[in-house]
């Protein structure tokens, strides 16, 4: 089980607080630094100092790490335009050494849109399918070959198809709770399939519906990553369980339920469970981002358990 650093932030963190984790996550040996894409803050978080970009961000953690992969769970499809992403990722990828991945999804928080005067169309997953194809079009096509293409929402004339990632092959992730689409694109163009905050239930049915899928579309299934997104809320003893979920604004019952909670034995057992019903990575969603201490207990007590 591969155990991956998942960050949040829009809720309020500096560059400087992002790379401080990052760091950290590399010298424990987790397997990748994530972070969410948004400019606003959620619920009852004030959101200081105010938001930092996704990409940006990880071309700066590009040039002060050196081994940890680094990406978005997801990248907002609203947020750039698919050429422009292409160009964006292929020089962070570079900028990396080959390290990026691209989580990528249609975007679905109108609220930061209005706040940033960002346009949220009605339509999205139809442009995220075209995001899909240019994106990953762009990077595949030849050096000295051209790109083109003719969507609904997008159209690329004589691309030159410019600039190529480090990577032969960036790791492209789709995730998401749809029933039919959500497989049958991630089958089409993804390396991962990542379901986020689901029921060991829900998770191992929707790993059953991108098997379906993949297995319809002539691909092996076993091709996949298969991966979870969960908040981790670990301590040694119950009143560090507690003391860290109260940081986070949560209830330890209902994190037990719906996240990985509890001591490290219960953790093990919980992230155990998950990867019987297929799920062979876990992002570890880290809300309060200033306890490294959080970081170092999780490597050191449950890693180690899970290899």
């Known amino acids: 089980m591969d155990l991956r650093v998942f960050t949040e932030p829009q809720q309020g963190a500096t560059y400087e607080t992002l790379l401080r984790v990052a760091k950290a996550a590399e010298d424990l040996s987790y397997g990748a630094f994530f972070r969410s894409d948004h400019y606003l803050h959620m619920g009852s978080a004030d959101g200081l ?40 990722v292929a020089q962070v990828d570079q900028m990396s050494g080959g390290r990026v991945e691209l989580g990528l999804g249609s975007g ?43 969507g609904t929402y997008y159209q690329l004339k004589d691309s030159p198809a ?9 790791p492209v992730l789709i995730g998401g709770h749809g029933a039919k689409r959500t497989p049958a694109l991630a089958v089409q163009y993804a390396d991962e399939f ?8 829900d998770t191992e049915q ?37 003391r860290r979920a109260a940081t986070i604004g949560r209830d330890v019952d ?22 019987a019903v297929g799920s062979q990575r876990m992002y570890l969603q880290m809300l309060d981002l200033d306890d490294l201490d959080h970081l170092e207990l999780i490597a050191t007590e449950v890693m180690p358990q899970l290899s």
Not at 162 to 170: D, E, G, H, I, T
Not at 194 to 201: D, G, K, Q, V
Not at 255 to 275: D, H, M
């Open 49 to 88: 100092p105010g938001p930092t970009d996704a990409w940006i961000t990880l071309a700066g953690l590009a040039r002060e790490t050196k081994r940890i992969r680094l990406g978005t769970l997801m990248t907002a499809g609203t947020f750039r335009l698919p050429g422009v992403l292409a160009i964006q």
């Open 108 to 150: 679905w928080y109108g609220a930061e849109h209005e706040a940033y005067g960002i346009p949220f169309p009605k339509e999205k997953f139809g442009r995220l399918e075209e995001q899909l194809a240019i994106v990953t079009g762009l990077w595949s096509t030849p050096v000295g070959e051209r790109f083109s293409f003719n």
């Open 162 to 170: 410019l600039p190529k990632p480090a990577q032969n092959k960036v």
């Open 194 to 201: 990542n379901i986020p905050f689901a029921s060991l239930t």
């Open 206 to 242: 929707q790993f059953k519906r991108v098997r379906a899928a993949a297995e319809e579309h002539g691909r092996s299934a076993g091709s996949l990553v298969y991966s979870n997104a969960l908040v981790a809320c670990v301590g040694k003893t119950d009143a560090d369980v507690r």
């Open 254 to 275: 209902e994190l037990k339920a719906n996240g990985l909670a509890g001591s490290p034995a219960e953790v093990v057992e919980r992230i155990a469970a998950y990867q």
